[in-house]
């Protein structure tokens, strides 16, 4: 994005996390989504009175394994508190967070070449679903009341709708590695609150922030990003001031719109949690979480593309996902070729799949024999896709569908020469035209010699020939 009038933009984000556990976060109701609504409820995460919370220990060591994977400190002592709020999806009229002292805090992570500070993670509950209906009125959903989420508060440290995409984008990657959450955005999985400021370059004290609630997909962060930092240049440019509010980007008109003025701590008269003890956490507790944490993205891909000798840029893109990484890692134990087998997932695999990819519906083996007889030579570049493709959409063995379809490279250096000196004896006018600068027609001579052996020659040995025969005086 451009900048305007030397107006800098200063993004931090609140992301919200439900976290994928089985029970929610304060009774032993299930989290499954997509269930009929209010048939995950309960008095405790209904709100009803005297009914006692009691914490999952599953949501404590999934935000131990988040905190340690995106490089923060966990706190050995942390409380819950209330935070009062009147709402119709909340129908306690609190929610139990962490006010001053969450469970971790001061963390990073990198985004390319620059690093995101993390101000802390803290674990809460999740309200419940208002869902608007056209004859009933407004109805509420109960069974997202206490899904366990983890809010994850960045440090001012973005300053584009990019940044602020590539930083979700690796919190999430990072997060479905750490095996806490699936961070589906379209089930609301992850949500995401941006606080936004501008300042003149140079400036050092920031600006009155903003903030945009829930936006739940890459494109509407990015959007409602642009469209603030647009309406506060504007702003200022006319003389007028920003006031600290809370807006609500609307995905139709592209526009952000006030929905109440900002709320001060105090507003939502935070106390301790009576009913919940705090949460200690020993030393040999933490260190005992750590182990289960798998390899994280970032140490993957520094390992790829030293032992496949593969791009920065090719390492980042098999590590983002984790399914992707798991799959490749398996295909690159079986081939000879890894860094070949790299080149045809992003190149040809990736072609295929669809974007949200949980399952790849090839095996590590077939990709292994793919990479494998393209690499000894066995089959040539087009075969290759064709095989791909092949084995992808119909799960047809590769070496099985080269041989039944005699797909087998034409190496035989006899057969390329004879193909070569055939197509060039038929067609005396292009190699006139090739000699008189029309140097483009070797592309249709090359098309010739190919369609001769079914797309089969060694593309390259055939190539070589036929510049050599054109370019020759003979
Ligand atoms: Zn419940
Ligand atoms: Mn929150």
């Known amino acids: 994005m451009k900048l305007i009038k030397d107006y800098e933009l200063v993004v931090g984000l609140e992301v919200h996390v439900e976290l994928s556990t089985e029970s929610k976060i304060f009774c032993s109701c299930p989290t499954a989504f997509g269930a009929e609504p209010n048939t995950q409820v309960y008095p405790v995460c209904m709100g009803l009175p005297g009914a006692m919370p009691f914490l999952n220990k599953k949501v404590v060591e999934y935000a131990v394994k988040a905190g340690l994977s995106t490089n923060c400190e966990i706190n050995s002592f942390s409380r819950c508190d209330r935070k009062h709020y009147f ?80 930083y979700v984008k690796k919190l999430r990657s990072v997060l479905v590695y750490a095996g806490v959450s699936d961070c589906k955005m379209n089930e609301g999985a992850l949500r995401c609150d941006v606080n936004l400021s501008v300042k003149k370059i140079g400036q050092s004290r920031l600006g009155v922030r903003t903030e945009i609630k829930n936006l739940n997909s890459f494109a509407f962060i990015r959007k409602a990003i642009e469209a603030e930092y647009i309406r ?77 000798g593969i791009s920065d840029y090719d390492a980042d893109v098999l590590v983002s996902n984790r399914t ?25 695999l990736f072609r295929l799949l669809p974007a ?7 095996s590590p083996a077939a990709m292994a024999e793919i990479a494998d007889m393209s690499g000894d030579g066995e089959i040539n570049s087009s075969v290759t896709k064709k095989v791909l493709d092949e084995a992808y959409m119909r799960g047809t063995s590769p070496r099985e569908y080269v041989r039944e379809n005699d797909l087998a490279q034409i190496n035989d250096p006899s057969v390329i020469q004879a193909t070569v000196y055939r197509v060039l004896s038929e067609n005396p006018a292009l190699i006139a035209d090739y000699r008189s600068g029309k140097t483009n027609v070797k592309k249709m001579l090359m098309g010739l010699c190919m369609k001769l052996t079914h797309g089969k020659a060694d593309p390259v040995k055939m190539n070589e020939l036929l510049e050599k025969l054109l370019n020759s005086e003979e």
């Not at 989420?149 to 300053?159: A, K, T």
């Not at 592209?254 to 109440?260: E, L, N, S």
């Not at 949200?356 to 090839?362: C, F």
């Open 87 to 166: 709402y119709p999806d909340l129908p306690k009229a609190y929610q139990i967070s962490q006010f001053d002292i969450p469970i971790c805090r001061g963390g990073w992570i990198d985004i390319g070449n620059k690093r995101i500070g993390i101000t802390r993670i803290h674990i809460e509950e999740d309200a419940g679903k208002l869902i608007h209906h056209p004859l009933n009125g407004t109805m509420i959903d109960c069974n997202r009341c206490g899904v366990p989420l983890l809010e994850i508060v960045s440090e001012p440290d973005i300053s584009s709708p990019e940044e602020a995409e590539a």
């Open 232 to 308: 506060q240049v504007n702003t200022l440019e006319r003389g007028g001031q920003i006031i600290r509010e809370t807006l609500r980007f609307d995905t139709d008109t592209g526009k952000v719109y006030t929905m109440r003025a900002k709320e001060d701590a105090a507003d939502y008269r935070f106390f301790p949690e009576p009913d919940l003890p705090p949460i200690i956490l020993t030393v040999d507790q933490i260190d005992g979480i750590r182990p289960q944490l798998p390899e994280l993205p970032d140490s993957r891909k520094k390992r790829y593309s030293e032992q496949f």
């Open 324 to 348: 992707v990484a798991d799959w490749f890692e398996a295909v690159a134990e079986m081939s000879k070729y890894p860094k070949i087998a790299a080149n045809l997932t992003i190149s040809q």
């Open 356 to 362: 949200d990819i949980e399952e790849i519906p090839l």
